[in-house]
Structure formats: C-alpha cells, structure tokens
C-alpha cells in the first residue's frame, strides 16, 4: 500500500510569488490534514479535510493560505503572496478513521527568499 | 504552559538499555496519544498509539498513559544505535469536537555503542 506522498519535495520562491503544495492521501483515507514545522518548532496543524469539506481550519495562519480538496481526493495547499515567515516544512498526514492514526507524508520544505 | 511538553534532550543511553521517554499535557480531556519517531530531515514515523490508563507493548516499544497525571511515556527496550532519532509525543484534545494532532517539540535520543 502506497503511503502519503507530497509534491515537489522542495520549493526554493522569491518573496511575493505564489507555491502550490500537492498532498495525494493513502488511498481511502477520507481524513487528510495539513501541519507544517517552521524555523525548528513543534509541528503545528493548519487544517483537516473530510472528504472535500474542511472540517477545521483554526489552524491556517492568514488568508494567504488556500487549501482545496476536490474530488475528496488529493489536496492543494496555495501560498499566495509568500512571505519570509511561510519558510519551514509542509506535511500532509492521512487517517482512515476520523479519531484515528494519522499518517505523514514526507513533506514539503518551502524556502521563501 | 505548552499543550505538551517533553524534555528535548538529547537523551543518551548505552546499546542494549532501556531508553525512557517523557511526555505531559495540558488538556484533560485528550484522548487518543501518539508517539512519532523523526530521523533528521524525513517525515515523523507513527511507532505507538494508545488510547486507554496502562501499558500498550509492541516488540521493543512499550507506552504507558496515566490520564489523571496527564502523563504519556515510551519505553524503549534493548536500543539500538538505529533508534537514535526525535521522539515526537503527540496527543488529540478532541477539543470542541475538532480532530487535530498537538505535538510537543520532541526528545532527542543518542544511543551510543
């Protein structure tokens, strides 16, 4: 079975330019979760998808963050315009139970210069 | 007060012992509690979950919950110099009926030969 799998792996953009981060769940997953690590501290959550319905998104820092779930399939996660402090890595997590394990992706390390 | 503290270590054990793992919460009401395990720059690695007071034990891996001290441990027996990594402690609040991982910062463990 195919594990939770992120694109790219890595984002190197100027400040102000736009990055899509891609998220494809392990198949049959319905929960599908946003987190990301920046400048070395805890993994923080951004947001949680059942299906294609944002089931929570307290986490999202600004409206510069954009997460999209069509399909209830594979996830975006747009950053629009990036800014300096958007730098850290973006992981995508999938469970199969709402309540349950949740599994990571390999993230995506976005660097914004 | 951080949500989940662990002490960040490093940890350093001799090949062969016992490696003991600290982890404490902030909100009574927590749930389910996950321990990850990071080697530096992958992806945080699902090794224990637990969800009830005791002991949970798979192979090497043993994690204890005490809900009324807010306490979660993992125990690691016979380490290994391959188990040296980041133990992430992470635990779901289930606060407000919202599904979400808060993770502390992580121990480091070194387990040297």
């Known amino acids: 079975e195919a594990g939770v799998t992120q694109f790219p792996s890595h984002s190197v953009i100027e400040k102000g330019q736009t990055v899509t981060l891609r998220c494809d769940p392990i198949?049959?997953?319905?929960?599908l979760y946003w987190y990301r690590r920046v400048m070395g501290k805890e993994i923080k959550f951004l947001l949680h998808f059942v299906k294609e319905s944002k089931q929570d998104e307290s986490g999202m820092p600004n409206n510069r963050f954009l997460a999209e779930r069509t399909g209830g399939t594979y996830s975006t996660l747009k950053v629009q315009p990036a800014e300096l402090e958007d730098s850290g890595v973006y992981f995508c997590?999938?469970?199969?139970?709402?309540?349950?394990?949740?599994?990571f992706g390999p993230g995506t390390r976005l660097t914004v210069l | 007060q951080k949500e989940v503290e662990q002490n960040s270590g490093p940890l350093s054990v001799p090949e062969g012992a016992i490696a003991s793992l600290n982890c404490t919460y902030s909100d009574r009401g927590s749930q389910s509690f996950f321990w990850y395990r990071q080697y530096s720059g992958k992806s945080p690695e699902l090794i224990m979950s637990i969800y009830s007071n005791g002991d949970k034990e798979d192979g090497r891996f043993t994690a204890q919950l005490n809900k009324a001290s807010q306490y979660v441990s993992l125990l690691i027996r016979d380490s290994q110099p391959s188990d040296s990594a980041t133990y992430l402690c992470a635990v779901n609040p289930f606060s407000g009926g919202y599904n979400k991982l808060i993770f502390g910062a992580g121990t480091r463990l070194a387990v040297h030969p």
């Open positions: 997590a999938s469970s199969q139970e709402e309540w349950g394990e949740q599994f």
């Open positions: 198949s049959g997953h319905d929960n």
